[in-house]
């Protein structure tokens, strides 16, 4: 399974992914990571790992459609059966799904439907929740509302500071995605 990634920022995901899955007895190949952010550690992490990156940002397009579009080019080219959004901050063009329908997957740190959108896990936590969790599902075109896929729980301890909770949600992040994603290419 050719997989892209496209990530905005750290890439903490995508080193999980890197670094659970780019042994090829699990038949994942990351044929690609794409950025809209030049700075971002997503790109160094990709280089290190010998992954071809491309930088398609928004300031060299006229406007997001045409940008999504450069990106989906390059996605075709690579032949890519999987495109994985770990940290894309961009919402993508309906012309960019169509174009990889079905083959579009994000990882969000809530138990979608519950807080959608930024700031997840620190609006869950002053909410009060008892708990929160990870979600990896399928990208439709709206804000985090496609079918989920997995879900994985992560009770909130009483008193716990959002630096502790965040830690363990990422943590629970980078199991969960790489397991969806090696899921997904035993079923191809
Ligand atoms: C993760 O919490 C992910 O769920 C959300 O953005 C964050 C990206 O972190 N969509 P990283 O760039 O993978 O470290």
């Known amino acids: 399974m050719r997989v892209?990634?496209?990530a905005s920022g750290n890439?903490?995901?995508?080193?999980?992914?890197?670094?659970?899955?780019?042994?090829?007895?699990?038949?994942?190949?990351?044929?690609r990571v794409v950025s809209d952010q030049p700075g971002a550690r997503a790109?160094?992490?990709a280089?290190?790992?010998g992954i071809p990156t491309a930088v398609i940002t928004l300031a060299d397009h006229p406007d997001r459609a045409a940008r999504d579009a450069a990106i989906?080019?390059?996605?075709?080219?690579d032949e890519v059966d999987l495109v994985v959004l770990a940290g894309y901050m961009a919402i993508l063009s309906p012309e960019f799904i169509a174009a990889f329908a079905g083959q579009i997957i994000n990882v969000h740190p809530s138990l979608l439907p519950a807080?959608?959108?930024?700031?997840?896990?620190?609006?869950a936590l002053k909410a009060g929740e008892a708990e929160t969790g990870v979600t990896v599902h399928h990208v439709d075109e709206g804000v985090d509302t496609g079918a989920v896929i997995a879900q994985e729980v992560v009770?909130?301890?009483?008193?716990?500071?959002?630096?502790?909770?965040?830690?363990?949600?990422?943590?629970v992040e980078h199991q969960l995605l790489?397991?969806?994603?090696?899921?997904?290419?035993?079923l191809g």
Do not use: W
């Not at 995901?13 to 044929?31: C, M, R, T, Y």
């Not at 790489?178 to 035993?186: A, D, E, F, K, M």
């Open 4 to 6: 892209a990634v496209l």
């Open 47 to 49: 280089s290190a790992a």
């Open 178 to 186: 790489p397991t969806v994603v090696r899921n997904l290419s035993n």
């Open 115 to 123: 807080y959608p959108g930024l700031r997840s896990i620190e609006r």
């Open 72 to 77: 989906a080019a390059v996605l075709k080219q």
């Open 43 to 45: 790109l160094e992490r």
């Open 11 to 31: 890439g903490s995901n995508l080193q999980a992914l890197i670094d659970k899955l780019s042994a090829d007895q699990h038949g994942v190949e990351f044929v």
């Open 155 to 171: 009770p909130i301890d009483p008193g716990e500071s959002l630096d502790e909770l965040t830690e363990r949600v990422h943590a």
